[in-house]
């Protein structure tokens, strides 16, 4: 069985290799190497932007303030319930209609930024009311003031509880940056576009945009698992 | 040490401590007992503000913990609070949680904090622990944890919310062993508890607490021979057939 499968596979691979075009991708590795910097400097922005739109948002949500709480609310669930497709065509072709221009890349930032920011805010905060009551009351005991403690014990046990779940809402924006590609962003699909239209070359083009998202991925799944391990103290 | 006069705490509607009148002497061990809901956390957490009251007037150390200018953060400095679920920093190691208060409220030297938190730890038998973090202690090693956390602020008074009732019964001894001998130093304590035992040797007095009110107060060998409320009687049958 496995040598008569065997065969067939093998010539089947053989035959890929001999048709994948290698050189082609050397030729085109310049290209993708400068959309691959932009898709990450754009991720990268996108990230920085949710975070802190996602801090604030978290903050008003759980705020006294009952109007700046209902804002926040309506923010969050509106960007949860629609696709990113949809708030990027209403950024890039919408806001332009009712006078607001921007450039392509901070439209592109922008909507990475409040998208993620709405899963950001939900983030951190499950990660402020992973804290016990308890604890905070042994340190108001102690007479710990209030930036104390936030700065002692509620941020160091919130960032720790939350970079594993921030990590894995990063790897999906840098994937969700991909359709930065549909408002003509130079991006890594952006790249694989280009190279299928010039040459025809599909399988090599996407495949190359791909591993491209893998390195990333990679990156940040490294953290995270670097992240994870750092807290075993809270594992009881 | 410690002095309520008429004392009223409201949680919304719900009047759950009903004109407390109370004086702790200094050095003096005060067991707190009764059943549950009628407001003996309420009592103790009123004594560092934790529970803000509404009516009377208390006063811990000359302080005026009723007073809204008071300065909070020497108050709370000067009283040792340890809860019954230990509440301990759990990204901190043991002597990380005793020496961060001395630190960042008594400003002292990290060097001497570390000393000093040694040095309690040791006393507490947990010597061995420093570098421990809380989720690698058994429940009974956090609680004496908890404790000297609080004594590392050099304290003039410790409370204790049932500091045992979260705990096996086989770690209950070696933290009632670290209280027993607090006492013996002279510590001013106020001991919510329901360990009898505890009470008949090391307190002074022993307090009945029933739907907001001091019911009774005593003398251990007193307080547990001739009970004067029926009510007392009734929750000492109850528990001490435990
Ligand atoms: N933060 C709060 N908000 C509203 N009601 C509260 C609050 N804390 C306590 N209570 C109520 O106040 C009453 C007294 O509570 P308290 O915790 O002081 O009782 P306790 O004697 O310590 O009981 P237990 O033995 O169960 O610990 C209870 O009826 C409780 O439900
Ligand atoms: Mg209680």
């Known amino acids: ?236 | 040490m410690i002095e309520f006069r008429d004392v009223h705490k409201w949680f919304g509607e719900l009047h759950v401590l009903k004109g407390i009148n109370l004086k702790v002497d200094p050095a003096e061990v005060l067991v707190v007992c009764g059943p549950s809901g009628s407001g003996k956390s309420t009592l103790i957490r009123c004594i560092n503000r934790l529970e803000p009251i509404q009516k009377g007037a208390l006063i811990v150390d000359t302080m005026k913990v009723h007073e809204s200018k008071t300065n909070m953060t020497r108050l709370r400095a000067e009283i040792g609070f340890v809860f019954q679920q230990f509440n301990l920093y759990p990204h901190m190691t043991a002597l990380q949680n005793v020496t961060l208060a001395p630190m960042k409220v008594r400003k002292t030297a990290k060097k001497e904090a570390e000393d000093q938190g040694r040095y309690v730890l040791e006393k507490v038998g947990l010597g061995d622990k420093l570098h421990q973090y809380p989720a690698q202690l058994s429940g009974g090693q956090q609680q004496r944890v908890a404790i000297a956390r609080g004594l590392c602020m050099r304290p003039k008074i410790m409370l204790f919310d049932e500091p045992t009732s979260a705990l096996d019964p086989e770690m209950i001894n070696e933290v009632l062993e670290v209280m027993r001998n607090l006492a013996r130093e002279g510590m001013t304590m106020i001991v919510v508890t329901h360990e009898m035992g505890f009470a008949r040797e090391v307190a002074h007095r022993v307090a009945f607490m029933d739907f907001g009110e001091l019911m009774e107060i005593a003398p251990p060998r007193e307080f547990f021979a001739h009970p004067k409320s029926e009510r007392t009687k009734l929750f000492l049958s109850k528990i001490l057939t435990h």
Request: aromatic content about 12%; overall charge positive.
């Open chain 1, 1 to 236: 069985m496995g040598r008569l499968n065997g065969r067939p596979i093998v010539y089947m691979s053989s035959a890929m290799l001999e048709t994948f075009n290698f050189r082609v991708i050397f030729e085109y590795l310049p290209l993708f190497w400068s959309c691959f910097l932009a898709t990450l400097w754009l991720s990268a922005a996108g990230l920085l932007g949710s975070l802190l739109v996602g801090t604030l948002a978290c903050g008003l949500r759980i705020s006294r303030f009952k109007l700046l709480a209902w804002i926040a609310g309506v923010y969050i669930e509106s960007i949860r319930s629609t696709p990113l497709l949809v708030q990027l065509f209403f950024f890039y072709f919408g806001l332009p209609s009712l006078g607001f221009r921007m450039s392509e890349s901070a439209t592109g930032i922008l909507a990475l930024t409040l998208n993620s920011g709405a899963y950001m805010a939900e983030i951190v905060r499950a990660g402020i009311q992973s804290i016990s009551h308890g604890q905070v009351e042994a340190a108001v005991s102690s007479g710990l003031n209030y930036l104390q403690r936030m700065r002692h014990i509620i941020l160091p046990q919130a960032i720790g509880v939350t970079l594993p779940p921030l990590l894995g809402q990063a790897i999906v924006l840098v994937k969700d940056s991909a359709l930065l590609s549909l408002i003509s962003l130079s991006e890594l699909t952006r790249a694989g576009q280009i190279m299928t239209s010039e040459r025809f070359m599909p399988a090599e083009g996407f495949l190359t945009s791909a591993l491209f998202y893998l390195i990333i991925y990679y990156i940040l799944k490294g953290l995270t698992h670097w992240s994870q391990k750092r807290l075993i103290y809270m594992q009881t």
